[in-house]
Every structure is written in structure tokens, then in C-alpha cells.
């Protein structure tokens, strides 16, 4: 396995159109122009407690600077249909939104009738605002509430209706620190039918401290080992760690095992300034030093 894989120069070649995601607050849309070319997606958080109107405004203002809004819509916290009603259309017709992600939100108990994204599939109001695309959560080292196999019949769902409709369904992952959890989530993906394009996670360049917070919010389990292997090798208590190890990882592996990744999406948990200058940094190794990563991370072929 090496980048002469035909997996390596188209995986490559995705970077640098890699959406990034801001705060629904829009306050990051100054330093975004900084480090962003127009015409990047960028999706918007919707953090607990957030207001849906908060996010129209950062899309209509992300929209007017050439960006791609992209709004999160948190199921849960839709206290009703109206108010999904109303969300899609100010941000189909305010901000030229059309594409959106789904996630089920950070809440125990739902705020209105959306208990799920399924729910909000099931409304029919994605597809009567002209959405025309629409991204759902993966999960590689496991849904904090679900076991795989459900996790594997909701997409189904999704592919189903992605057929149905004619819209488009892929799946933003969650981030990992190394790319074995990724290759066999997408082999799982594979095993079950879903044939559905995969948007890779990774976290940006940011401190360990600074990553392993965010980690254990969101649940990353198993590759923070190999976030502490990075530390220990390296000795990079200080030091900004990137996604490369990841990136290569996924170079390495068979072109079989990659087909379904359409793109990527960066978390900018070191701020935006280092998340751009990594995409446009970002060093393709030869290939003995991906082998060297892929080996030293304990990568195996899925």
C-alpha cells in the first residue's frame, strides 16, 4: 500500500474544497474571509439552547460574503413544526440555503415533536423548501446511544429517502485521531448496503489539551490512544497536532476501502486561521513516510 494507490491522488485532490463549520453566533465570518476562499461550504452550529434565528442571520450574512451556508438543524430542538417550517424557509429564501445537516441535538428530552432526524424526515418539510441536500451523523467509534445495527438502519432510512426524493444524502463522520476506526465504519457502511457518499471528519490543528476536551464532549473513545501515542512519540505537549496522521492513514489504505469518501470537513478547534493554514500546508509525504505513519499507528486493512 502505497500513494501510487489510486486512492491517494483523488483523496488528495478532495482537501482543499474541505468544508469548516462556524458558531451560529457569526462572529468568526471576519477571520473566515481571512482564511476561507469564497464559495467554501461552512456549516453552522446549533449548540443546546441556541435560537434557529441566530442561524438564518449567520447563514444570510455567510451567503453575502460568496460562502456556502450550510445550517445544522437540531431535531430536539425544534419546539415545533412550525418552527422547522419556518427555519427552512427564511434560510431557503433569506440566505439561498440548499443544502442542510441533520443531527438529533445535545438534549435528553425534545422541545417539540422531533424526537430524531427521522422524525424531521418523516414531516416532509426538507423536501417542500427545496432542500436539495441533506448531510446525517456517522459515527466511527460508536453512537454514544445507539448500537451499530440501529445506527446502520437509520442511514437506510436515509438512503430510502434520498432515492425517493431525489435529494442528496451523505454522512459527515465524527472525528477520529486515526483512520482504522474510519475504514472500518466504512466497511460496516459497505457490508450493509449503505451506499451512501461519506463526508471524513477531522479535527483541525489544535493543542492535545485543547483536542482531548473536545473528545470526550463528543465522545471519541478508542483513537484518543493514538492522540497520546502522538504526544509521547513527539513529545508535543504545546504543539498544535493536525489531522495529517489520518489523512494519511486513509491515503494508505486500498482504493476499494476509500470509495465512498466524498469529501472532508474540518472542526477548527484551534480557530480558523490554523485550520486553513493546514489545508493549504498540508504535506503529501513520499510514500515511505505514510507507510511509516500508517505502521507506527497500528493501521491494519479493513
Keep these: 500500500m502505497t500513494v501510487s494507490d489510486p486512492s491517494s491522488p483523488r483523496l488528495a485532490a478532495l482537501l482543499p474544497s474541505a468544508s469548516v463549520e462556524i458558531s451560529s453566533r ?9 482564511h476561507f476562499a469564497a464559495g467554501t461550504d461552512v456549516t453552522i452550529t446549533f449548540l443546546p439552547g441556541d435560537n434557529y434565528r441566530h442561524n438564518i442571520e449567520t447563514a444570510t450574512a455567510l ?18 413544526r412550525e418552527a422547522l417550517d419556518d427555519f427552512l424557509a427564511r434560510a431557503r429564501g433569506e440566505a439561498d440555503v440548499t443544502r442542510v445537516v441533520l443531527i438529533a441535538g445535545d438534549v435528553a428530552a425534545a422541545r417539540g415533536p422531533f424526537k430524531s432526524t427521522l422524525d424531521v424526515c418523516a414531516s416532509g418539510s426538507i423536501e417542500a423548501h427545496g432542500i436539495t441536500a441533506v448531510s446525517v451523523a456517522g459515527h ?6 445507539l448500537e451499530l445495527p440501529d445506527a446502520l438502519n437509520g442511514l437506510k432510512a436515509w438512503r430510502d429517502w434520498g432515492r425517493r426524493t431525489g435529494a442528496r444524502v451523505d454522512v459527515v463522520t465524527q472525528f477520529c485521531f486515526e483512520s482504522a ?3 472500518q465504519w466504512i466497511a460496516a457502511l459497505d457490508r450493509a448496503g449503505v451506499d451512501l457518499p461519506v463526508i471524513v471528519g477531522l479535527a483541525g490543528p489544535a493543542t492535545p489539551a485543547t483536542l482531548t476536551k473536545f473528545a470526550l464532549r463528543c465522545g471519541i473513545g478508542n483513537s484518543m490512544r493514538a492522540l497520546r501515542a502522538q504526544i509521547g512519540r513527539f513529545g508535543r505537549l504545546l504543539t498544535d497536532n493536525g489531522p495529517d496522521d489520518v489523512v494519511r492513514g486513509l491515503r494508505c489504505a486500498p482504493a476499494a476501502a476509500t470509495a465512498p469518501i466524498a469529501g ?24 515511505g513516510i505514510e507507510r511509516v505513519a500508517m505502521s ?7
Design 63 to 80: 451567503h453575502r460574503a460568496g460562502y456556502n451556508p450550510v445550517p445544522h438543524i437540531a431535531a430536539r430542538e425544534m419546539a415545533s
Design 264 to 287: 472532508f470537513h474540518l472542526f477548527p478547534f484551534g480557530g480558523l486561521r490554523k485550520a486553513g493554514d493546514w489545508l493549504r500546508n498540508y504535506d503529501r509525504d513520499p510514500p
Design 296 to 302: 507506527s499507528a497500528g493501521l491494519q486493512n479493513p
Design 26 to 34: 457569526g462572529h468568526q465570518i471576519a477571520e473566515l474571509r481571512d
Design 181 to 183: 476506526p474510519i475504514l
Design 140 to 145: 466511527p467509534e460508536g453512537h454514544p446511544f
